[in-house]
């Protein structure tokens, strides 16, 4: 099983037979030729030159840097969360995302789901960050739409190791909000499989609610989401991106194909499924008290053949205009060669919105996606996926969608996960997400 494909494997040798000589090895073959020159005119033995040479290790002797400026982050270990004190600010933001498409093993009936976990802003009274569930559950069928979203403020998460854990890679972590919401993850190294289980007592915002699934990784392995492995996501009108703290910067990779496996629950319902889903992780201290920086579309496109469209658009308030500049994409074969871009080349345009009856905000749930690989009509499935989060005034839209060749009436030719999260642009500094529950 490959694991970032590109990142890990990207760095190879070149081809070389009898008959073809690079210009790599006639470049190093005529280097190592006028240093051979050099030490032969100065009478200098090559083994006395490299004896001589600054020695690498030790900070006494040399200030060559071997600790810090190599990879970006490292897997599995990344696959954690994170903490310790580069992450104790109120601007950490972390999340386990994934949606998955399942049909019921004995029924057929399909299911949408979507499942997040985030942990965000560091509670100096708990020494932990407020932890943030949503999911839904997606009967397509029937267009029954079944949400769930908590705050937990209180800290009581546990770090752990898996009891059947087989190896130091593998981690569990679990928290329980005390009035009716308990997470557990766990990661198991051997075999790359990720075990979720989330469940909801019954209240007056939702039905029972649980999820139990399994998500075992399959070709192409994660993708690291932008060239560098970092995204910009968390937008400053200030421009005060920081490398050194990640300030409004953010990790971030995905794995666009995973089998999924285990059982849901909806009400009085227990349903055994199977399907595939996406999955991915992102962190670093991007949660930015600027309003702007909460106002965007995400999708994730699996087309039919295996390849697939990953992008994001911010947009501006208070007309929602684009914001081009922000935009990025990462287009990626069945086999896992990652295309990416920026600006323009990839673009949204909303034909017609839905409006919530819920909250009477505005959604463009159908529109025109332009990309390098074509244009494509999007839809929703079902229309009504707009999840409500308690104490928070950021409604989010998560659902499953069609995606079309080039208008409404054309080939159907995948599905795609859309995310339309608008903070409203005139709220005050400070305000959105994790800041709203204390």
């Given at each position: 099983?490959?694991?970032?494909?590109?990142?890990?494997?990207?760095?190879?040798?070149?081809?070389?037979?009898?008959?073809?000589?690079s210009?790599?090895?006639?470049?190093?073959?005529?280097?190592?030729?006028?240093?051979?020159?050099?030490?032969?005119?100065?009478?200098?033995?090559?083994?006395?030159?490299?004896?001589?040479?600054?020695?690498?290790?030790?900070?006494?002797?040399?200030?060559?840097?071997?600790?810090?400026?190599?990879?970006l982050?490292?897997?599995?270990?990344?696959?954690?969360?994170?903490?310790?004190?580069?992450?104790?600010?109120?601007?950490?933001?972390?999340?386990?995302?994934?949606?998955?498409?399942?049909?019921?093993?004995?029924?057929?009936?399909?299911?949408?789901?979507?499942?997040?976990?985030?942990?965000?802003?560091?509670?100096?009274?708990?020494?932990?960050?407020?932890?943030?569930?949503?999911?839904?559950?997606?009967?397509?069928?029937?267009?029954?739409?079944?949400?769930?979203?908590?705050?937990?403020v209180?800290?009581?998460?546990?770090?752990?190791?898996?009891?059947?854990?087989?190896?130091?890679?593998?981690?569990?972590?679990?928290?329980?909000?005390?009035?009716?919401l308990?997470?557990?993850?766990?990661?198991?190294?051997?075999?790359?499989?990720?075990?979720?289980?989330?469940?909801?007592?019954?209240?007056?915002?939702?039905?029972?609610?649980?999820?139990?699934?399994?998500?075992?990784?399959?070709?192409?392995?994660?993708?690291?989401?932008?060239p560098?492995?970092?995204?910009?996501?968390?937008?400053?009108?200030?421009?005060?991106?920081?490398?050194?703290?990640?300030?409004?910067?953010?990790?971030?990779?995905?794995?666009p194909?995973?089998?999924?496996?285990?059982?849901?629950?909806?009400?009085?319902?227990?349903?055994?499924?199977?399907?595939?889903?996406?999955?991915e992780?992102?962190?670093?201290?991007?949660?930015?008290?600027?309003?702007?920086?909460?106002?965007?579309?995400?999708?994730?496109?699996?087309?039919?053949?295996?390849?697939?469209?990953?992008?994001?658009?911010?947009?501006?308030?208070?007309?929602?205009?684009?914001?081009?500049?922000?935009?990025?994409?990462?287009?990626?074969?069945?086999?896992?060669?990652?295309?990416?871009?920026?600006?323009?080349?990839?673009?949204?345009?909303?034909?017609?919105?839905?409006?919530?009856?819920?909250?009477?905000?505005?959604?463009?749930?159908?529109?025109?996606?332009r990309?390098?690989?074509?244009?494509?009509?999007?839809?929703?499935?079902?229309?009504?996926?707009?999840?409500?989060?308690?104490?928070?005034?950021?409604?989010?839209?998560?659902?499953?969608?069609?995606?079309?060749?080039?208008?409404?009436?054309?080939?159907l030719?995948?599905?795609?996960?859309?995310?339309?999260?608008?903070?409203?642009?005139?709220?005050?500094?400070?305000?959105?997400?994790?800041?709203?529950?204390?």
């Open positions: 099983m490959r694991r970032f494909p590109c990142l890990a494997y990207c760095i190879q040798p070149a081809p070389s037979s009898s008959t073809e000589v210009r790599r090895r006639v470049v190093g073959g005529a280097l190592t030729a006028g240093l051979g020159a050099m030490l032969a005119a100065s009478e200098t033995p090559l083994a006395v030159a490299a004896q001589e040479a600054t020695p690498e290790a030790g900070a006494e002797t040399s200030t060559l840097e071997t600790v810090s400026g190599q990879a982050y490292t897997l599995p270990r990344d696959h954690r969360w994170h903490g310790g004190s580069f992450y104790e600010t109120g601007e950490y933001w972390e999340w386990h995302y994934w949606t998955g498409f399942a049909h019921d093993v004995d029924t057929g009936e399909e299911w949408g789901l979507f499942y997040t976990t985030m942990r965000n802003a560091f509670i100096p009274e708990t020494g932990q960050p407020a932890v943030i569930n949503f999911v839904s559950l997606t009967d397509l069928a029937s267009k029954t739409f079944y949400p769930a979203s908590r705050g937990i209180t800290g009581g998460e546990q770090a752990i190791f898996p009891a059947d854990s087989t190896s130091p890679d593998d981690f569990e972590y679990a928290i329980e909000s005390g009035d009716g308990s997470i557990t993850e766990r990661y198991f190294h051997a075999g790359e499989r990720w075990d979720f289980e989330v469940a909801y007592e019954p209240s007056a915002e939702q039905v029972a609610l649980a999820i139990d699934v399994a998500l075992v990784l399959e070709e192409p392995g994660y993708l690291p989401t932008t560098t492995g970092v995204e910009e996501e968390g937008y400053s009108r200030d421009g005060l991106y920081n490398p050194e703290t990640m300030y409004g910067l953010s990790y971030y990779y995905f794995a194909k995973m089998k999924l496996t285990g059982a849901i629950v909806a009400g009085d319902e227990t349903h055994q499924i199977e399907g595939t889903a996406w999955l992780h992102q962190w670093g201290n991007f949660s930015t008290e600027d309003p702007e920086a909460y106002r965007w579309r995400w999708g994730s496109i699996r087309f039919d053949d295996g390849s697939g469209i990953n992008w994001r658009q911010w947009e501006r308030g208070p007309d929602n205009a684009a914001v081009f500049d922000l935009n990025h994409y990462a287009i990626y074969t069945a086999e896992g060669a990652v295309r990416y871009g920026y600006g323009r080349d990839l673009t949204y345009e909303v034909i017609t919105t839905w409006v919530s009856p819920h909250t009477g905000r505005h959604y463009g749930l159908y529109g025109l996606l990309t390098p690989v074509g244009t494509f009509y999007v839809s929703p499935m079902v229309e009504d996926q707009e999840i409500l989060i308690p104490g928070m005034t950021v409604p989010l839209w998560e659902g499953a969608m069609e995606v079309r060749r080039n208008s409404s009436d054309g080939e030719v995948g599905r795609m996960n859309l995310e339309e999260l608008f903070n409203d642009p005139g709220l005050p500094v400070g305000g959105p997400l994790a800041r709203q529950l204390g």
